[in-house]
C-alpha cells in the first residue's frame, strides 16, 4: 500500500531564505508526481509535474526533483517571499487512475 | 480556458439528510476525480471517472456515489450525512485520461457543514 509522508510538518522561515521540502513514498512503482500549494480554504494550485521517467522539473523560482530509486521527491523554493506561504502538498499518481497524497507542509514565511 | 468549478461552494445540511455535489472539468478533460479533505485524514481519494465509467474508488462507505454525464461533467452524492462528513470536497480534471501520466487541475471545493 501506497504511504506518502512529508517532513517537515511546518516550516517558519524568514523572507529571501532558500528551503527544501522533502516528500517520500514507499512504493517506487509511481507513474508520477505532482507537487501543489494550497492557500487557506482553497482548492490546489498545480506547482509542478514530474513523470517517473524524469529527474526534474523546473518553474520560475520552484525546482523539484524525484528520486524513484530511494523514493523521494523535494522542492526546492529559492529566495522565498510572504507570498510564499501556504501548505505545500505532493501527490503520487500509482496508476489506477488514484492518486495519493501527503500531508502536506505548511509553510510561513515571514516578512 | 475556464479553470475547473464546483457548486455550489457552500453547504450547510443536517445529519441524515443527503447532499450532490457538481464538478465541471477543464474544457476537454474527460477524467474527473473526487477527493475528501479534513483536517484529521488530509486529502482522501473518493473516486474517478472518465467517460461516464467510475474506474477506481476509494475505501469510503456504499453512502459516497458518484457519477459523470456524456459532457464530462460529474456529481457526488451523499445520502444520510453524518457529522463526520463535513469537509471541503475537491474535484479534480485531467487531460485525455488514456494513461497516467497526466496532470491533474483541481477546482475550488465545495465546503460542506453538517450540524
Known amino acids: 500500500k501506497q504511504e506518502v509522508t512529508q517532513i517537515p510538518a511546518a516550516l517558519s522561515v524568514p523572507e529571501g531564505e532558500n528551503l527544501v521540502l522533502n516528500c517520500s513514498f514507499t512504493?517506487?512503482?509511481?507513474?508520477?508526481l505532482q507537487w501543489f500549494r494550497q492557500d487557506p480554504g482553497k482548492g490546489l494550485t498545480s506547482l509542478l509535474l514530474?513523470?517517473?521517467?524524469?529527474r526534474e522539473q523546473t518553474s520560475g523560482r520552484l525546482n523539484a526533483s524525484l528520486d524513484k530509486s530511494s523514493g523521494r521527491s523535494t522542492l526546492y523554493i529559492a529566495a522565498s517571499q510572504p507570498g510564499d506561504s501556504a501548505t505545500y502538498l505532493c501527490a503520487v499518481n500509482t496508476g489506477g487512475f488514484k492518486t495519493i497524497f501527503g500531508a502536506g507542509t505548511r509553510l510561513f514565511v515571514k516578512a | 480556458k475556464a479553470g475547473v468549478t464546483q457548486t455550489p461552494r457552500y453547504l450547510i445540511k443536517t445529519r441524515g439528510q443527503q447532499v450532490t455535489l457538481s464538478c465541471s472539468p477543464i474544457?476537454?478533460?474527460?477524467?474527473v476525480s473526487w477527493y475528501q479533505q479534513t483536517p484529521g485524514q488530509g486529502l482522501q481519494f473518493l473516486f474517478e471517472y472518465f467517460s461516464e465509467t467510475q474506474r477506481n474508488k476509494g475505501n469510503f462507505p456504499g453512502r459516497f456515489s458518484g457519477r459523470q454525464f456524456s459532457n464530462s461533467r460529474s456529481e457526488m452524492n451523499v445520502s444520510t450525512l453524518e457529522l463526520g462528513d463535513s469537509a471541503l470536497y475537491l474535484c479534480?480534471?485531467?487531460?485525455?485520461?488514456?494513461?497516467?501520466?497526466?496532470?491533474?487541475?483541481f477546482g475550488p471545493g465545495t465546503r460542506l457543514t453538517v450540524l
Open positions: 512504493d517506487s512503482a509511481i507513474y508520477n
Open positions: 514530474i513523470q517517473s521517467s524524469q
Open positions: 479534480a480534471s485531467s487531460g485525455t485520461g488514456t494513461s497516467s501520466y497526466n496532470e491533474q487541475f
Open positions: 474544457s476537454g478533460h474527460r477524467s
